[in-house]
């Protein structure tokens, strides 16, 4: 008996009755998963039968409805004639287009329509052949008279038209009363909103005798509004939920809130669905149906061409059922009706739990019998997972207390010895991960392993600026500080011929490496770690542990000489900023300023704290507007407070394409824009004092000019090629005066509507004789309505003096051809001439001051005329462009803003 006991207790293998409990409790909960799925599969199947019989009804009842209207157009349609109260059948009333006979004709079946629930007429229109309305009734809200709307044209209604049109409708066209038709149709309210009616039309014909043939007078038409026949066949079929859609899946008509309308939408998915099931044919019709509704009793599944779904309606499960909504043949929507899954619910619930108590029960008895065979073999693990647990948490204090003799007391022996180093190894780890410095690490990994072979020492062979060496913790004793005398330029890349150099040198010493790490980073080595002693003989059972801290401690050493070199890059880097004049500022993907350089700060001081959180919506927005690349060319100098800046920027990308930040250069123009200034300013003064003087020398040439008659011919040509070239160099005086006005903002402009045509004829007429002298033709093709230009007519006028004089200036035969038209709310004014056509490459810069087309021209003049006919045009809103064919000459266009009306 004790030998049998003895071999229950030191074998866990008899604990494996847990996995069959474990197999019993899986088998219990598969039965009642299956039974469930049974039970619900059932009740499933009843509810989709009970859906189908309201669809089924749904249509029944609808298919009724336009039976009976058809019915009640046949009443109306044969109302006989009256002779106690003079009132005529309805067809004589149509036939003599008697609106008050009609309306006393048919005033009783009005009534009548109003009562009965399978009618509950809401509209009455009786329209003649033309589909004039004779009558036009609705049901009032308030009181039992209709209200009667005016006499209107329905021949535009589609089903209308193919009334008048004599057509059948697709199927039922044996009806005594012709061609009816059914639909939907929305009449709308005064407010605005459409109601969506179902109605029923047909047409009316004299009588006619045998032999003769029935005329078409009209028709009748009848309808009623949707919602309320949706109310009444909700309680007629039991259906929680009926609704119309459209075509094109919205809602049209619900019973219920108008914020359950998306949820009933048909998605373009599902509308496709039922489109291909319409197109097999096989839809139900409501034109064909008897309108006899089934019973409550009677089986009924889905309809054939139908969709069945689930929806949520305020908080609320319904299963739908949608089908095509045709009449006739012709398909006017969908149509939806629906159950609330709650009863369904219910009653599954009600069985599950049923089938889940039991289950419970079976369950609950087959862990109690497990739990008492199976509590002494798991005591022990569960004081093992207990003590695994506290060192998961990092109480490495811990330790199991089990002494059994079979296989769990010798895993609690084991777990401790693994636990107690573990603990050695979690220390180590935890201070490591504390430290960046290479010395520190040292120490740390010196101070671990001493524990475990006391005397041991941990030092590391790295590159330095000097080249390589060791480098040991501050208090290495004296035979491993003496190696730090050594340098070495170079070292084998190898990992063998490496650690056999360490060992040769460590061996001069008396010192035997125990244990090396290359230190690897992006799989080039960077440097070796060693553990070294001074005695031979080491417990070779301690080699593994000094190995797991060698190899924590390499990582660490890695990471180390990664932040030694980020720290000396990012002082370069700042030594490199500081030493910018220009400001520099770096930003991450977030608008945070990471960088500021000592330009910036003195930048941005007068403006933007600098200290704290810097964002980049904190700068001036002329700076975080500018779009200047940071290589490219500044588009434009920006005013920050008294400074003047050109900023440029530019992405930070990875490699992969994100953008990860930005880089921003400021450069500080103020002195360049201030020696601008002074250059403008020169250049007025120069020019009002060259003015002065061209002016008296102009008026003693008028006077030499008046004795001409005392000179020769020849004589007589070389004052006038004087006297222009004195004019030239007035003009160009002038332009320069202008410019610096222009530069210096002094510029006024006063914009009214200008007369172009006068204007340019104005200005024209100076030079007339100069281009005649030279034999160009100069044409004027302006249109007589060419509408006023808003304009400076000043400013206008010297602006087409300095293209026409440009045009004088190159053009020495041919014409001049002045055009003008409009188009939009712009006017253009073309100047063309036949002259020598610009060069491509000048063509961009030519109307930017001090440019010229041809170096050597002699007839160049001065080099601001069209700059500052650019510059004036701009400033009333208008803009000059030219182009240039080769051989054919040149076309200056003017575009200014024509006057508003």
Wanted: glycine share 6%; net charge negative.
């Amino acid at each position: 008996m004790r030998h049998v006991i003895h071999i229950l207790r030191s074998r866990i293998q008899y604990t494996i009755i847990l996995p069959y409990l474990a197999l019993i409790v899986l088998v219990l909960l598969v039965g009642s998963g299956i039974a469930i799925t049974l039970v619900a599969g059932s009740w499933q199947e009843r509810f989709n039968n009970q859906l189908g019989q309201v669809a089924r009804r749904l249509a029944e009842e609808l298919a009724l409805r336009e039976i009976s209207s058809i019915a009640y157009l046949g009443q109306i349609v044969y109302t006989a004639a009256n002779a106690d109260t003079g009132t005529p059948s309805v067809v004589e009333a149509m036939t003599l287009c008697d609106a008050e006979g009609l309306a006393a004709a048919v005033r009783g079946l009005w009534m009548l329509g109003q009562i009965n629930e399978n009618v509950s007429l809401d509209r009455l229109i009786i329209f003649d052949e033309t589909g004039t309305t004779l009558l036009d009734w609705e049901r009032s809200p308030t009181s039992g008279e209709p209200v009667q709307y005016a006499s209107t044209n329905v021949a535009g209604l589609l089903s209308i038209e193919e009334v008048l049109r004599a057509e059948q409708t697709p199927s039922g066209a044996n009806n005594v009363l012709g061609a009816p038709y059914s639909g939907l149709i929305a009449f709308r309210r005064p407010d605005g909103r459409d109601v969506v009616h179902f109605f029923t039309v047909a047409p009316v014909y004299t009588r006619a005798g045998e032999g003769e043939t029935a005329r078409l007078l009209g028709g009748v038409f009848i309808a009623q509004r949707l919602d309320h026949i949706l109310m009444t066949l909700q309680a007629r079929s039991q259906a929680d939920v009926i609704a119309i859609l459209a075509n094109d899946g919205a809602v049209l008509v619900t019973t219920t809130p108008t914020n359950t309308q998306p949820a009933l939408r048909l998605k373009p998915a599902q509308i496709e669905t039922l489109v291909a099931m319409n197109e097999q044919g096989n839809c139900l019709d409501i034109g064909l149906l008897s309108g006899e509704t089934a019973t409550a009793v009677q089986p009924m599944t889905l309809l054939s061409c139908s969709l069945l779904t689930t929806v949520r309606l305020d908080e609320q499960e319904y299963q739908l059922v949608y089908a095509p909504f045709l009449i006739r043949g012709s398909q006017y929507g969908y149509f939806a009706a629906g159950l609330s899954r709650d009863v369904l619910l219910s009653v599954w619930t009600g069985s599950r739990n049923v089938v889940v108590g039991i289950t419970v029960v079976l369950v609950v008895t087959s862990v109690l019998v497990g739990y008492g065979v199976a509590r002494r073999i798991t005591h022990p693990i569960d004081e093992l997972v207990a003590v695994a647990d506290a060192v998961s948490a990092g109480d490495f204090a811990q330790r199991s207390s089990v002494r059994d003799e079979n296989e769990l007391g010798r895993l609690a022996l084991a777990f401790n010895q693994i636990t107690a180093i573990l603990l050695r190894l979690y220390e180590t780890s935890r201070q490591l991960n504390q430290e960046r410095r290479v010395e520190a690490v040292l120490q740390i990994a010196t101070t671990s392993a001493v524990d475990l072979v006391p005397g041991i020492e941990a030092m590391a062979l790295l590159p330095g600026p000097a080249g390589w060496s060791f480098r040991l913790r501050p208090a290495a004793p004296l035979p491993y500080a003496t190696l730090t005398r050594y340098r070495w330029t170079a070292l084998p890349p190898q990992e063998d011929r490496l650690t056999a150099t360490i060992e040769a040198v460590c061996a001069e010493h008396g010192i035997v490496g125990l244990s090396t790490v290359p230190l690897r980073r992006d799989r080039q080595m960077v440097g070796m770690l060693i553990f070294a002693h001074t005695e031979q003989g080491v417990s070779a059972s301690v080699l593994p542990h000094i190995q797991a801290i060698a190899d924590m401690t390499a990582v660490t050493l890695v990471n180390a000489i990664e932040y030694e070199l980020a720290q000396h890059e990012s002082e370069r880097q700042q030594a490199i900023l500081a030493a910018i004049d220009d400001g520099v500022i770096v930003s991450d993907a977030d608008g945070r300023i990471i960088l500021l350089n000592t330009a910036a700060e003195r930048l941005l001081q007068p403006i933007v704290p600098v200290h704290g959180e810097l964002l980049l919506r904190d700068l001036p927005p002329e700076i975080r507007v500018s779009h200047s690349e940071l290589f490219g060319r500044a588009d434009r100098v920006i005013v920050v407070g008294k400074r003047f800046l050109t900023v440029r920027k530019t992405p930070m990308r990875q490699s992969n394409g994100d953008v990860v930040g930005e880089v921003m250069v400021l450069h500080d123009s103020t002195n360049a824009v201030q020696l601008d200034r002074a250059k403008t300013d020169v250049i007025a003064t120069v020019a009002q004092e060259l003015r002065f003087l061209l002016t008296d020398v102009r008026d003693y040439f008028d006077l030499l000019q008046s004795t001409s008659h005392q000179f020769d011919t020849e004589q007589r040509r070389a004052l006038g090629n004087v006297r222009q070239r004195l004019l030239d160099i007035i003009n160009l005086v002038n332009n320069m005066a202008l410019l610096a006005q222009l530069e210096a903002g002094q510029v006024k402009v006063h914009l009214q509507a200008t007369e172009l045509a006068q204007l340019v004829e104005t200005t024209i007429s100076p030079l007339r004789t100069v281009f005649t002298e030279r034999g160009v033709q100069i044409t004027l093709a302006l249109p007589l309505d060419l509408p006023m230009v808003m304009a400076d007519r000043e400013l206008l006028q010297h602006a087409l003096y300095q293209v026409l004089d440009n045009a004088r200036r190159y053009v020495t035969q041919g014409r001049i051809l002045i055009s003008a038209g409009a188009e939009g709310n712009d006017i253009w004014l073309s100047i063309s001439d036949t002259g020598p056509a610009i060069p491509t490459d000048i063509v961009g810069r030519l109307f930017t001051q001090f440019q010229r087309t041809h170096d050597n021209s002699s007839q160049r003049g001065g080099w601001l005329g069209l700059p500052i006919a650019r510059r004036l045009l701009e400033l009333q809103g208008g803009s000059i462009s030219v182009r240039s064919i080769s051989g054919q000459g040149n076309a200056f266009t003017i575009c200014l803003r024509r006057v508003e009306e």
